[in-house]
């Protein structure tokens, strides 16, 4: 039996309990159990081939030739040589630390914004609540490059709504605004934009799914609002809290758009290659370095995995027996 | 309870506490919608408008319906040839986001079921595989999967693209959500004592009572097709031709005499601000359509968990 734990769980019904009794029968009724599982699964396990797999698999193969040169135009094996070709890079460690620059600023904000505002929107019962939760989510589904544009209308220092202000601060033109220094708070904004609403409803869908009988005890304990949300709401959606930083954590180092974009409005005043992923992008297209771009795409890959892995183990949100209570 | 103890939290009293969090949260939300007003506005403004600033209040005392016509006669006068690429960017996304969108769903729903309702060895595995791929932001795979795709020389075609779409573990795990939910064992039981077979069971019993799910799969992958950026920009950039929307737009930034005035000048078509927020905003119109449809089924919005950036 594959989840014995689950299977003990379950209430037992009398089909279940006449197919235990007659063990050989059993036995046939599994071995279809699992031939069905297999077929259903077969157009889903085809893709997770050719989407995830494959590629992965092929991308590690490429990492390990060697890249042809015009002094060597033959390629071949080259062991870990194009890792090396990578982290040596001039710009592979200021990438990084570029996307941590950002990450310092943005991912405590977001956190404040996800939580803080989940918060409130749950101390806000009835309409009032529900209507600002469905606002803060509008600007969620402006994702990718449409968020772009509105923040190039944003920015902008003669024709966003904010130009008093840009005036104000002493930016007269886009190459001003977008610098290397403000990419941090530029960014942040951007992402937490696009970023914040989804996240409220997700913490939102974990606040809701406490008892309302926790909350009812601790009133009647005379606690106010505000140690209802901090002794006893906070602590009791840590794993979602949790979930939702790993989750911005891992999007952080596979940022792409909004630094490459920032690049073309701002006459190139940012780096081409700012951001890892814009580095692999480089290798690939700029340079035709494909062992090189397969294994900076690795390197991320090992991290982002990582990452995925603890939110998966360890965040709790996603573990057998919790689903099967939901 | 309440009637006993009126002075609870929460009670009818304008505390302080009370308005400071309403005025919060309103305040936020005004930073959240307002910027939305202008830049909708702005798709319905004149260049001529926004450069003598008379506008007024976020711009809205200067849209018009004749605006739109010019700037929509500059954004499809755009592309070689007199134009019109804009529509074929558009409906290219559409061919790859329903494309994308129809076999996520041919390949959650029974991947998701048997999941959730069969046991056999494996499980656990493609179930970790799944929420991994799941958490795992898109972009990481867009190199390696742009060097399968080079391998076999299909670079430029939409196909590739849309196949790739086609796998969306989010839409198995939102299956394997509803199966486990509101699909008691017992129904699954109680087919096979009837003797139907696993598959049938799938078909006769399961998809039947899937309405909800199906309208969420389709709509998560549909929007996360519809604005995926880098997979398209690695696999079609070389194909003008066969570009997606989101790519499309990037283009037409690159040639807007705010951003780039040298290729602005070798074009007949001037996009400027109120051009290209009219261009976003079109490009935005089978989304909020996607969504509207969709809306009902969203509402129970606990499974929607786990969307992925």
Redesign the interface.
């Known amino acids: 039996m594959s989840s014995p734990k689950l299977a003990t769980k379950r209430t037992e019904s009398p089909a279940t309990a006449a197919r235990a009794s007659t063990t050989p029968r059993r036995h046939r009724t599994r071995h279809a159990e699992a031939r069905g599982a297999w077929i259903l699964l077969a157009p889903y396990l085809a893709l997770f081939l050719v989407a995830a797999a494959i590629p992965i698999g092929y991308a590690f193969w490429i990492a390990l030739q060697k890249a042809p040169t015009l002094v060597d135009p033959t390629s071949g094996f080259g062991g870990f040589d194009s890792f090396i070709t990578v982290i040596t890079d001039y710009r592979f460690s200021g990438t990084f630390i570029n996307i941590f620059s950002v990450m310092i600023v943005w991912l405590p904000l977001m956190m404040l914004g996800i939580v803080g505002l989940a918060l409130l929107v749950h101390a806000s019962p009835g309409r009032f609540g529900s209507s600002m939760r469905f606002i803060y989510f509008i600007p969620g589904a402006l994702s990718g490059i449409a968020n772009f544009v509105l923040w190039v209308y944003l920015l902008h220092p003669t024709q966003s709504p904010l130009a008093p202000l840009w005036q104000e601060v002493g930016f007269g033109s886009l190459k001003e605004i977008v610098t290397d220094g403000n990419m941090p708070v530029i960014l942040t904004g951007m992402l937490f934009f696009q970023g914040v609403g989804t996240w409220i409803i997700v913490v939102n869908g974990g606040l809701n799914g406490i008892p309302d009988e926790i909350f009812e005890a601790a009133k009647i304990d005379g606690a106010s609002a505000w140690d209802l949300a901090w002794h006893i709401k906070l602590p009791l959606i840590r794993p979602w809290i949790g979930y939702a930083a790993l989750m911005n954590l891992a999007y952080g180092f596979q940022l792409f758009l909004e630094p490459y974009l920032l690049r073309q409005i701002s006459s190139g005043a940012i780096a081409g290659e700012w951001a890892p992923t814009q580095l692999g992008y480089a290798f690939a297209f700029t340079n035709r370095n494909f062992p090189a771009a397969a294994a900076l795409s690795i390197i991320l890959l090992v991290i982002t995995l990582s990452i995925g892995v603890i939110i998966v183990m360890k965040s709790g949100l996603f573990g057998d027996d919790k689903e099967e209570k939901r | ?1 309440s009637n006993t ?1 009126p002075s ?3 009670a009818k009293h304008w505390t302080v ?2 308005i400071a ?2 005025v ?3 305040l ?2 005004a930073a ?5 007003i ?2 909708i506005a ?1 798709a319905f403004r004149s260049q001529e408008g ?1 450069l003598a ?1 008379t506008d007024g209040f ?2 809205l005392g200067g849209i018009s319906w004749d605006n739109v016509v010019f700037s929509w006669s500059q954004i499809n006068g755009f592309g070689p040839g007199g134009g019109g690429i804009f529509t074929r960017w558009v409906s290219n996304s559409l061919v790859i986001a329903v494309v994308g969108g129809v ?1 996520a769903l ?3 729903l ?2 998701g ?3 959730a309702r ?7 595995v ?4 799944t ?3 799941m ?14 795709v080079n ?1 076999i020389g299909a670079v430029g075609e939409l196909w590739p693209v849309a ?2 779409m ?2 969306f ?1 989010f839409g ?1 795990y939102l299956v ?2 509803h199966f ?2 509101t699909m008691p ?2 129904l699954v ?2 087919a ?2 009837d003797g139907l ?3 049938a ?2 078909f006769y019993v399961a998809l039947p009572i899937s309405k909800q799910v199906i309208a969420l799969v389709a709509f998560f992958s549909f ?1 996360a097709n519809w ?4 997979l398209p920009l ?1 696999l079609l950039t070389s194909n003008q031709q066969n570009k997606t929307i ?2 499309g ?2 283009e037409l ?2 040639a807007s005499p ?3 005035a040298t290729v602005a000048a070798g074009l007949d078509v001037k996009l400027y ?1 109120p051009q ?2 009219l261009a ?1 905003f079109l ?2 119109i089978p ?2 359509v996607v ?1 509207l449809t969709a809306q009902r089924f969203l509402i129970r ?2 499974t ?6």
């Open positions: 309870m103890a609870v939290v929460g506490g009370r969090r309403i919060v949260m309103l936020v939300a959240f919608i307002l910027p939305i202008g830049f702005m926004v600033g976020l711009g076999l041919v390949a959650a029974p991947a079921y048997a999941l069969l046991r056999f060895r494996g499980r656990k493609m179930l970790f595989a929420l991994l791929a958490v795992m932001p898109n972009t990481v795979l867009a190199i390696p999967l742009f060097l399968e391998a196949v790739i086609g796998f573990p198995t394997y959500i486990m939910t064992q017992e039981e109680a096979r004592i077979s696993e598959i069971t799938f929007v604005t995926n950026f880098f690695a989101s790519i737009i990037q930034i690159g705010l951003f780039n601000m290209l927020a976003t490009s935005m989304l909020l969504f919005g606990q929607v968990g786990a969307v992925k950036g």
